[in-house]
């Protein structure tokens, strides 16, 4: 039988940028190491100018076994599937000197590596780990790795359909499995000069990076509608900005309608700022999105006990429940009603936070996680 105590863990990503997957692993990565004894190792095959806050998550969590290899995914020419087979079968060679004990992977590339090298680095068990804003690739290598896996999970309802239906996977092998919260301790420190000068506003914040598949300009637009009525409110933008694979940014389309509309005054962009330090100043949490696994940004506004107004993804529901009154369609209509309820009403908004708060501690937390993780292992192990 498999437990996690004492073991030797590979975490695969696939950069070294915080987003909601890499926090997901570095929080895990974090418990495993301080409560579970294991001795943790963190590869990663993409380089990022990116990296900032991914390395201060690292310090905080006392985490330094980190590795940047070589993509063994990239391949050119003739004979691409044999070359990336063989570039796969060399990254397992290079993880057998750690003699891990499991392999996780985060997203889908970093999955059917996982699944196709695990047994060559000595690990017993590894498993695919669909993330929900993720791409597919649709070639003979996914294909391969996605019949060698042992089991597949999805961060989301919607993302087990999502594999069931694109990969074709067996539905006894395809789980859903919740992700926990990350946010280890609250943070009352307010410590960002450009916010510390907009006292008496009411601050409505949106943490995502400037990705197609995230909708700020939508926000903004919507935001835009809002100042007519509501001069005190400031929104705020946190994210990155970056452009690799599969990923295009949006940021310069919304960067231009808050020019075109003079809207510098009211709207504030951030870059490499940790959740921690923005979260204490918003009193409204947004995360509007065509695509989405299991939120974490969502989870981390549940535990600075703010109301969220979110796009209604399975994901999302799953987290905040099938009643939850603030979803939106992504729609500038449906945005602007919500947000509207919760600006004329500060005791909704607080009650609202409170009951988000109550939800995300009964419900989602680290252990239950494991546990479940766990078990689903022993199904294959």
Not at 66 to 95: D, E, H, Q, W
Not at 186 to 194: F, Y
Not at 359 to 367: A, D, P, R, S, T
Request: proline share 3%.
């Amino acid at each position: 039988m498999f437990n996690f105590q004492s073991k030797n863990i590979i975490i695969l990503f696939k950069s070294f940028v915080l987003g909601g997957a890499e926090k997901q692993g570095l929080f895990l990565a974090n418990y495993l190491q301080s409560k579970k004894d294991c001795r943790v190792f963190i590869y990663s095959y993409l380089k990022s100018s990116n990296s900032k806050l991914f390395y201060q998550e690292c310090e905080k969590y006392q985490l330094k076994n980190l590795f940047i290899v070589s993509n063994p995914l990239s391949a050119a020419g003739s004979l691409k599937y044999l070359k990336r087979r063989t570039k796969i079968a060399l990254f397992g060679l290079k993880l057998r000197k750690h003699n891990p004990d499991i392999i996780i992977p985060y997203l889908n590339p970093p999955s059917i590596i996982a699944a196709l090298c695990y047994k060559i680095a000595g690990a017993k068990i590894t498993f695919w780990h669909h993330r929900g804003a993720d791409y597919f690739r649709n070639d003979k290598l996914e294909k391969v790795a996605t019949q060698k896996v042992p089991f597949l999970i999805a961060n989301s309802p919607d993302g087990k359909q999502e594999l069931l239906k694109v990969l074709k996977t067996p539905i006894q092998k395809t789980y859903f499995l919740s992700n926990f919260s990350t946010i280890k301790s609250i943070n009352s420190n307010k410590n960002i000069e450009v916010l510390n000068s907009l006292k008496g506003k009411i601050f409505i914040g949106m943490l995502a990076h400037f990705r197609v598949e995230k909708c700020q300009l939508l926000l903004v637009k919507t935001f835009h509608k809002i100042l007519k009525n509501h001069k005190n409110c400031h929104l705020i933008l946190c994210g990155n900005i970056y452009e690799s694979e599969n990923e295009l940014s949006n940021f310069d389309e919304v960067f231009e309608y808050i020019l075109k509309n003079k809207l510098n005054n009211d709207i504030t962009i951030l870059h490499d700022v940790s959740a921690n330090d923005l979260l204490p100043y918003l009193d409204i949490g947004v995360l509007v999105s065509i695509k989405e696994g299991m939120p974490n940004v969502v989870m981390e506004y549940m535990a600075y006990s703010l109301p969220v107004v979110c796009t209604n993804h399975a994901g999302c529901i799953s987290l905040l429940g099938e009643n939850y009154p603030f979803y939106v369609e992504n729609s500038l209509e449906s945005i602007f009603y919500k947000l509207e309820l919760l600006i004329k009403d500060q005791q909704l908004c607080k009650q609202t936070g409170i009951e988000n708060y109550k939800l995300l501690n009964n419900k989602f937390l680290i252990e239950p996680y494991l546990n479940q993780l766990t078990d689903l292992i022993n199904k294959f192990y």
